[in-house]
């Protein structure tokens, strides 16, 4: 049985540099990718993640745009322990509530897949009130190379034998 790997975007197209997820599986969904790959924006609506968590992943890829140390553009591939993603060193992923859609699905009697996060550090979220459409230069000139990081890690993932 073929490897079944979900790569999810996360973000808000209202909020600037947020947007960087959606973007990148935008970019994404308009490529041959090898089977069993699904691609999908999931926008903030982490119940639909978790509803998709459910559905037998090998593993899940999140791209998203994470507060981390480095300049805006920076790129970042973390592993997540799906037992607790925000872990002692939370990768400040603010779109989704990551653990609180891992605690949902075990709720609801799954088993959250493996999790890996592509993130990008951001640059600007525009003001609480205002926003801001579209991505700053340092992050739009990222969705290119996240991109080649996601399909190097499918390529990674989808080589390993299949979850029983």
């Given amino acids: 049985m073929s490897r079944r790997v979900l790569v999810a975007g996360i973000g808000n197209v209202f909020r600037g540099d947020d947007a960087f ?5 935008r970019l994404l969904v308009g490529r041959a990718l090898p089977p069993g790959v699904r691609v ?11 509803y998709a968590l459910l559905d037998g992943y090998d593993a899940v890829i999140l791209v998203d745009a994470v ?3 480095g300049e805006p553009g920076s790129l970042h591939t973390l592993e997540l322990d799906p037992a ?4 002692e060193d939370p ?3 603010h779109g989704v509530d990551l653990p609180g ?3 949902l699905v075990r709720a609801m009697g799954g088993t959250p897949p493996p999790l890996y996060l592509v993130g990008c550090v951001p640059a600007d979220f525009g003001g609480e009130d205002e926003g801001a459409m579209g991505l700053t230069d340092p992050v739009a000139a990222a969705v290119e190379p996240a991109a080649a990081r996601v399909v190097a890690l499918l ?5 390993e034998p299949a979850r029983a």
Avoid: N
């Fill in 101 to 103: 859609a891992c605690r």
């Fill in 84 to 87: 607790d993603p925000g872990g």
């Fill in 40 to 50: 999908r924006d999931f926008g903030t609506r982490g119940h639909d993640l978790a």
């Fill in 91 to 93: 990768p400040g992923t």
């Fill in 21 to 25: 997820g959606c973007e990148v599986v």
């Fill in 155 to 159: 390529a990674e993932l989808l080589a």
């Fill in 67 to 69: 507060r981390r140390d």
